[in-house]
């Protein structure tokens, strides 16, 4: 679970646990992890924005927590889980947030949610009953220019309320 040192080559093999799953990664270690996913590994869902940790749509979990993934290096982390918006579900389907989402109707262009859905779902595994301004807080981090910060509010609580087992999801 570290990088391992440059060979004559030059190469080095980084081993990151990407949802759920070993990955071994030979070349440069300094690639950010945005342009792994979507080149190397293919989970193009995790989108490029900025480039400059200002708009939220490059977000993945890392060990849990929300980060830009546009300006992490590879090799710094070796050994670290992450997790993009293809493994929220932890391969059982939708993550009750995903599910709240479509209900809300949430997604218009789409640009912004996978990052907001990165971002909620961390506040849900912290607070499954947030304050609307706890939600805002989370969700601050994320530029959308469509307008549809109200209805992923709804879908987080609704998917809150999911998780705590007080609704069905269909009918929060």
Known sequence: MTTTPATADDTTETILIVNGAPVRLAGDPTRPLLAVLREELGLVGTRFGCGQEQCGACMVLIDGEPVYSCSREIGALAGRSIVTVEGLGGGRGLHPLQQALLDEQAGQCGYCLSGMMISGAALLERNRRPSRREILD???????????????????????????????????
Not at 139 to 166: E, F, I, P
């Open 138 to 172: 989370a969700l601050d981090r994320h530029l959308c220019r469509c307008g549809v910060h109200n209805r992923v509010v709804r879908a987080v609580r609704r998917a809150g309320a999911a998780m705590d087992g007080l609704v069905d999801e269909g009918t929060a």
